[in-house]
């Protein structure tokens, strides 16, 4: 392991750029995909979840087979896969091809999804883990900001094709860095495939991440029917993995205390941070008639904060623990959800627009820290599942946090409440899901991995 960050974190770093980007830029593009291929918004909507189900599907299988192929070459197989998916995207003929290519992009972005963190874990000591997992951060934070506005600009001069032109270079340098500068890993032969396992691990996230989508659908009723499918396939799932020889998903990484409540922590800041994203729009929109530029150049002010701090709040963890650190940023989360709830309640832009950056100095601070002592609270041959099951939670926090905030304020609104107050009351309540989060206290850790 190095004491030192070197080029080694280039490839994650750009890995983790590339996918980031490609998501916020085409969801600038689908009212330009909808006209082009003269389909409807529902039908378009799927480029981008087929995108984020294939990912999420997909983690722990990948995960698992890491182990056997290799980290490094599981990782650099993904960003080519990737890349190659996204150069092929930007010839489709149909939207129904895009989908499947997106299919195709999501599988290698889980690839090199389940295996960056781990791999970090694997080239660097405990001494500059913490920064860096800030610098990925900070590399998701910065496409975060550029995307929408890059990506938007370029899709308005040349087409939506010249994005995926745009996104093709950077994900086929990562697999060539990953490639030459990744030192290899040492490879455990699978002497048993779990095959039960991993379909079912497959089905069971696709049924979960799929009834947040089909909650805003025209068949509302059908979420219930994937949620229970999601509860019966995981159920199914535990029992298998205690029988297995060689399980998708060591029941010992259950055992991890710290593990749970961590990821529990990441999953709920980030509900909390995609409801601000859902309903500042509309409140915006409906009490001040304001666009959606608007909105977003005042949502940007969030991905600023957390791009200025995160590796900051790397270095510190690193000096000072992990604990302290994302205390710090679960608090911050609490004051800006509470400067957000009076700008709403005034109506001050000003007072709205520091509430998001302060919401974003939490997340930035509480995201590197956390990560790092998620990593260290399992042994290193648990690695890339610790790392996917991470990727996870942040992404049923994000697909919670979408589905929660957008029914509460559609009901609120049902019940003849103004927007402001509708805003105001879906606000409020995920103000206390952030009091919640800060009772789940995490203990002293004993780095696992060091031992």
Same mark, same amino acid.
């Given at each position: ?33 909808? !006209? ?41 197989? #993904? ?65 975060? +900001? ?99 020889? %060689? ?11 710290? &593990? ?28 001040? #008639? ?15 904060? +957390? ?7 790397? &270095?510190?963890?690193? !000096? ?26 005034? !109506? ?18 509480? %995201? ?11 042994? %290193? ?15 049923? #926090? ?40 800060? !009772? ?12």
């Amino acid at each position: 392991m190095k004491d030192k960050l070197s080029v080694e974190i280039l490839p994650m770093a750009l890995g983790a750029f590339s996918a980031a980007l490609d998501n916020n830029v085409l969801n600038i593009c689908l009212p330009l995909l909808a !006209k082009e291929f003269e389909t409807d918004l529902g039908t378009v909507q799927f480029v981008s979840s087929s995108y984020v189900f294939a990912i999420c599907s997909l983690l722990l299988f990948f995960a698992y087979l890491s182990a056997s192929i290799g980290r490094k070459y599981v990782f650099s197989i #993904g960003v080519t896969l990737f890349s190659l998916g996204s150069l092929a995207a930007a010839f489709s003929p149909n939207i129904f091809m895009l989908i499947l290519l997106r299919i195709i992009q999501g599988m290698g972005a889980a690839m090199f999804m389940a295996n960056g963190m781990a791999l970090i874990n694997t080239h660097f000591s405990n001494e500059v883990k913490g920064r860096a997992f800030g610098i990925i951060f900070t590399a998701t934070s910065v496409a975060s +900001i550029i995307g929408p506005v890059v990506g938007g600009a370029i899709a308005t001069m040349w087409g939506w094709r010249t994005v995926f032109f745009l996104i093709t270079p950077i994900g086929a340098l990562a697999g060539v860095l990953a490639m030459k500068i990744l030192n290899k890993e040492d490879q455990k032969p699978i002497t048993s495939f779990d095959f039960k396992g991993s379909v079912l691990s497959i089905l069971g996230v696709f049924a979960f991440f799929s009834c947040f989508y089909l909650v805003k659908s025209k068949y509302p009723l059908c979420a219930l029917l994937a949620l229970a499918g999601a509860i019966s396939l995981f159920y199914f799932f535990r029992n298998s993995q205690r029988e297995s020889l %060689n399980p998708v998903l060591n029941p010992k990484i259950w055992g991890q205390q710290t &593990f749970l409540q961590a990821n529990i922590q990441s999953g709920l800041i980030f509900a909390i941070m995609m409801a601000v994203s859902v309903v500042l729009p509309f409140y915006f929109h409906d009490v001040f #008639g304001y666009s959606s530029a608007y909105s977003g150049m005042v949502l940007a002010s969030m991905a600023i904060s +957390i791009a200025a701090v995160s590796y900051y709040s790397g &270095f510190f963890a690193d !000096k000072i623990g992990t604990q302290k650190i994302t205390s710090i940023g679960i608090i911050l989360v609490l004051i800006g959800m509470m400067t957000l709830l009076i700008g709403v309640y005034v !109506k001050l832009n000003g007072i709205l627009i520091m509430g998001n950056l302060i919401l974003g100095l939490g997340v930035g601070i509480f %995201n590197p820290a956390n990560n790092k002592m998620i990593m260290q609270s399992v042994p %290193n041959e648990f690695a890339a599942m610790a790392a996917c099951i991470n990727v996870l939670s942040r992404n049923a #926090g994000v697909a919670i946090g979408i589905a929660l905030s957008g029914i509460a304020y559609s009901a609120f609104i049902s019940f003849h409440l103004r927007p402001d107050i509708a805003a105001f009351c879906v606000l409020g309540l995920f103000l206390i899901l952030n009091v919640f989060l800060y !009772k789940i206290r995490v203990d002293d850790i004993r780095p696992a991995c060091s031992q």
